[in-house]
Each structure stands twice: as structure tokens, then as C-alpha cells.
């Protein structure tokens, strides 16, 4: 230590005497930081990081770059080799007009097929005669309802399903505002009943009678309701139908109130009755 001649400390030589060996104790100190740190971590120069790791969002940047990148052209994308088919129901309601002026001869023809009275044919048979009918469908179209009314899926086709979805009205239809109703639903329709193709069958044959005076024969149902409830006893119902010339057997009359009485009320409402007749 730099002291005078009474002991004291001259500060200007201490500075200088030690300020100079502290000058050369960084590099020194750091050297030997640095080998301390060599043996346990790895030493990396700002040159030689990646920019990956230089910058934290990086990766977040290019992830959504990956997601950014816009798709190929409309033009360029592979078109699908199906198009969309026409559903059954519209081709239902297509034949609904072509089918009016051949369905009872159709209807012969599909009976005088059907052997054991089942009610259905086999697909073959129907396809043959699509072709003998002015149906205006094309094959594409018959095969599809032939995979709609095969119902056992047993290649056989239902045809009194069939001819009665194009010429009965057995479910109830949402009316149009525009539209007048024919027959005022006054209540809705009641759940249905069985429809087995005896009882297709039943208001198929006596379709052309109803069409030709259900304006009457309404104005006589409503003439034995009474009470005005939309309803007729069976025994009633029976007249009213013999009252315009047409007549029932017990077998049809059977699955007409197996269809409409689903309650065993005993009573059938003569609307609904009327309103599977009109389209």
C-alpha cells in the first residue's frame, strides 16, 4: 500500500497502482467464467443462433403462414363424379299427373302378376312395364323407385304402395296460404291405422265413384253428423256410401275402419275419408 512519510494513504498512487490491475482483471475473470461455463453449458455466439430461436414469435408466424396458404382455384379442383340424385318424392309427385289416365289399366296388369295376392311384384317385372305405360320417368328414375317400394328387401316391388302415393292422399299436406281447401280441415288428422294393400286395394276401386260425387256425398255425411263432429257411425257411413251407388264388401269395409278407427270408437271421421280421394 502507497503510505507518506505519516503512514497515511496517498489515494492518487493507490488509484493508479490498482485502478490498472483492475483494467485487466475482466478479460481475465471472464476468461475463466467462460471455461467455467464450457464444461457444463454449450457457449453460442449471436452469429451463430438461428433465426428460429433469435426470435420467439418466429414459429408463430410461420405456423399461420402454413395455415394462410389459399387454396387451389375452384376451376382447378377435381370435380365429384356423382351428382346429387332426384329424391323419390319428387318423382312421386312427377307421376302423379301422367299416371291419371293409366294407373287402373297398371293396376290390372300388376294384379294379373301377382300370383298369391301379396300386393307386391318382382322389380323385374315392374321395369317391363314402365315401358308399356306413358309413365314419362326415365330408367334412372324407375330403379329408383324400385330400391323406394322394394319394402322386404326381397327384389319384389310393392305397386299398390306405389299406385296409391300417386293417386290417394293419405297423409296430411300442409296447405298453401293461397290455396283453398277443398274440404275444411277442421281437426287434424287423427293418427292412422294399418295400411296393408287390401285396404289400398279398397279405396283404389272405388276411387273414380268418389271423384265423380264427393261434393254430395259430403253434404250428406254432414247431414246425418248431427252434432256437426266430423264423425259417422259405421251404420251410418255404410248408407251414405250405398245412398251414391257405392258399395262395400265386409272385407273392405273391415280394413277401411281397421285404417280410420284406430280406437274402436266405432266411428269414422268422413273428412279424412274424403280427403285420401283428393289432390
Not at 52 to 67: F, N, R, V
Not at 98 to 106: A, E, F, K, P, Y
Request: proline share 5%; glycine share 6%.
Amino acid at each position: 500500500m502507497p503510505v507518506n512519510a505519516k503512514g497515511r494513504l496517498k489515494y492518487l498512487d493507490f488509484l493508479n497502482t490498482f485502478g490498472s490491475e483492475r483494467g485487466a482483471t475482466p478479460s481475465a475473470s471472464g476468461g475463466s467464467a467462460k471455461a467455467q461455463r464450457g464444461s457444463s453449458v454449450p457457449e453460442v455466439s449471436e452469429t451463430s443462433r438461428s433465426p428460429a430461436s433469435a426470435s420467439p414469435t418466429h414459429d408463430l408466424k410461420a405456423g399461420l403462414k402454413t395455415q394462410s396458404t389459399p387454396s387451389p382455384p375452384a376451376g382447378e379442383r377435381t370435380a365429384p363424379d356423382t351428382t346429387p340424385s332426384q329424391s323419390c318424392e319428387s318423382i312421386d309427385s312427377k307421376l302423379r299427373k301422367s299416371i291419371q289416365g293409366c294407373w287402373r289399366d297398371l293396376l290390372r296388369a300388376c294384379q294379373e302378376r301377382d300370383v298369391a295376392k301379396q300386393g307386391d311384384i318382382a322389380a323385374a317385372e315392374f321395369l317391363a312395364l314402365v315401358e308399356k305405360f306413358p309413365l314419362d320417368i326415365s330408367k334412372e328414375e324407375s330403379q329408383q323407385l324400385v330400391t323406394q317400394y322394394d319394402l322386404k328387401n326381397n327384389g319384389r316391388f310393392a305397386y299398390c304402395d306405389f299406385i296409391q302415393s300417386c293417386v290417394l292422399l293419405l297423409k296430411a299436406k300442409e296447405p298453401s296460404l293461397m290455396q283453398r281447401m277443398q274440404i275444411q280441415n277442421a281437426h287434424k288428422m287423427k293418427e292412422a291405422g294399418a295400411k296393408t294393400s287390401a285396404f289400398y286395394l279398397a279405396l283404389l276401386r272405388i276411387q273414380p265413384q268418389i271423384m265423380h260425387c264427393w261434393r254430395p256425398m259430403r253434404r250428406t255425411f254432414k247431414a246425418y253428423d248431427e252434432g256437426q263432429t266430423g264423425f259417422l257411425s259405421v251404420a251410418d257411413f255404410r248408407k251414405v256410401l250405398t245412398q251414391h251407388g257405392i258399395g262395400l264388401s265386409e272385407e273392405e269395409l273391415f280394413h277401411i275402419l281397421q285404417y280410420h278407427d284406430q280406437t274402436l270408437s266405432s266411428r269414422i271421421p268422413y273428412n279424412d275419408f274424403l280427403r285420401a280421394f283428393l289432390q
